[in-house]
């Protein structure tokens, strides 16, 4: 298990240092490719700068609050994307049988799938987020203590390993149909999209939903209401908002799960 | 782990069914089973390089899949190199090489050598090791000017011999090529045969070979399985398969003006007649030269060649059925 483990991530590494050093010899494009990414991953935050020319509060956040949101998902999703963001060309490559192809070499396939065209060009995302981030933390009224400093940072982090799990069990599912990446697309993008905005906003069920099934309420809305001190909309015991890395630390569990799945069923019938 | 000299690739009654889907209505599907690879049984010793041939859909693919552990049989026993495939995926990876001709194992966007390179470090090829492997390829597949170009760039031919290379970097034990010639020109299938033969010669290799050009096992095997339909339905030496399959080479001769229908050349029967060209075929077993010299005793010949027969010919001919 261990071995495995050591043997994926060197692998990746090994993968991923290539296709930076393939990157950086086109410095220029690189250059330009990482400020387009942050230029258009940023108009998300123009819209919502936008709107508060008009309006002072969207369900009850002022603008900083929703920035602090904003910037947390916004780097969550960065890392994960950048990190795993890849692993949705599976469906792609299980089409045209290149997927054979990662089975033969010596390295765990969901580390080759993963690693498989970095594009470090992602960290425009990534950049733009903490900057809006770091903005939001400057502006909302919370008495900062290194406690709420780590409290943020673990959540930045755990938030990105949610995000990770919902991109390798919506890569694990293209075994089955190799035509759901839009599907995973909706949680992955989608639930990106969704987290910029305060819970208050959305219907009950749906933050349900997003609380108890696919659990991304915890990458930001359930720690940044407890770091903002107000109450969620579904009223959880306060002690929830603080099981972020428990429930990335599940959620990775079972979207390795999936993984193995998949693999074994695309295995046994060769799709 | 026990290391069977005389079954280094061993498969006993594997069988592998895929469950194919038809949509026959609006929601109705109906289920039906292809036993792609139906009870196959071989051996094969360390160091031989057999030819595995069939017809399109017999179950080669397949078995090769089987065989580096893509895909897991449905039943039977199969070990390489006293490995369980589709159990031990990763370990076996590192003992076994595979060449696709349809479709590379090397990275698309990047040159040559840094797909070398990244193969190197995958397989955890010891430095001198490499070096040795990798000055040793780049001579004998001539890739000394191609490790700066990037891999879409190479022409077919060139991204072949470096598909080889990169199976050959971590000195394999067995070696599987699916089609390493197809659409190759003259000279570069000359040029990967050559390497084969070294390869097995000078390193033992095992070598399993899937080919539709007949030309490689004659040049290459001692020894060719024939599968059909999940089957295996002929193992044994190339002479044979043509005894069996009564299996006709073509002579095709340009003469310098129009002949009638030549009758009169014993071993051979004339098929075709257009113009100055004609069409005489000859038992695959037997040799084109004295042929070719009595031809030339009675006839003025400007051209000829000799055509190979192709497989789906040859195994259409041992069951009679039309390919």
Known sequence: ?271 | MREDQAAFIELHEVCKVFEVHRRTGLLRRERREVRAVDGLSFTVPRGEMVGYIGPNGAGKSTTVKMLTGILTPSSGRLRVAGIDPSRERTRLARRIGVVFGQRTTLWWDLPLGDSFALVRRMYRIPDARYHVNLERCVQLLDLGGLLEVPVRQLSLGQRMRGDIAAALLHDPDVLYLDEPTIGLDVVSKAKVREVLRKVNAEQGTTVLLTTHDLTDIEQLCKRVMVIDQGRLVYDGALAGLHAVGESERMLVVDLEREFPPIEDLPGARPVRVEGPRQWLAFPAGQSAAPLVAALAERYPLADLSVREPDIEQVIARMYGSAP
Not at chain 1, 49 to 64: E, K, T, V, Y
Not at chain 1, 165 to 185: D, H, L, Y
Not at chain 1, 232 to 249: F, I, Q, T
């Open chain 1, 1 to 271: 298990m261990v071995e495995r483990w050591a043997s994926g991530l060197r692998g990746y590494g090994l993968i991923v240092a290539m296709w930076i050093r393939a990157t950086m010899v086109y410095r220029t494009s690189f250059i330009i490719n990482t400020l387009g990414n942050f230029l258009v991953t940023g108009l998300d935050f123009v819209a919502l700068l936008l709107m508060f020319s008009h309006i002072h509060a969207l369900g009850g956040f002022g603008l900083p609050e929703i920035a602090l949101l904003y910037g947390a998902t916004c780097s969550s999703f960065g890392l994960a994307d950048l990190l795993l963001g890849n692993a949705d060309r599976i469906g792609q490559r299980v089409r045209d049988g290149s997927f054979d192809i990662l089975l033969l070499r010596p390295v765990p396939v969901l580390a080759q799938a993963a690693a498989d065209r970095f594009a470090p060009r992602r960290l425009g995302r990534i950049v733009q987020g903490l900057l809006v981030l770091g903005w939001g933390i400057s502006r909302v009224d919370v008495n900062w203590t290194i406690g709420k400093a780590l409290f943020t940072v673990v959540m930045v982090i755990s938030g990105a390993a949610i995000f990770s799990a919902v991109f390798i069990a919506g890569a694990a599912f293209q075994f089955w149909a190799a035509e759901a990446s839009e599907v995973s697309n909706s949680f992955t993008y989608g639930g990106c999209t969704l987290l910029q905005y305060p819970p208050t906003v959305f219907a009950r069920e749906l933050v349900r939903g997003v609380t108890f099934v696919v659990p991304l309420a915890f990458v930001n809305w359930l720690p940044a209401l407890r770091l903002l001190g107000r109450e969620d909309p579904l009223g959880l015991p306060g002690w929830v908002s603080c099981c972020g890395p428990l429930v990335a630390v599940a959620a990775l569990t079972a979207a390795g799960l999936i993984w193995r799945a998949g693999l074994r069923s695309y295995r046994s019938t060769g799709s």
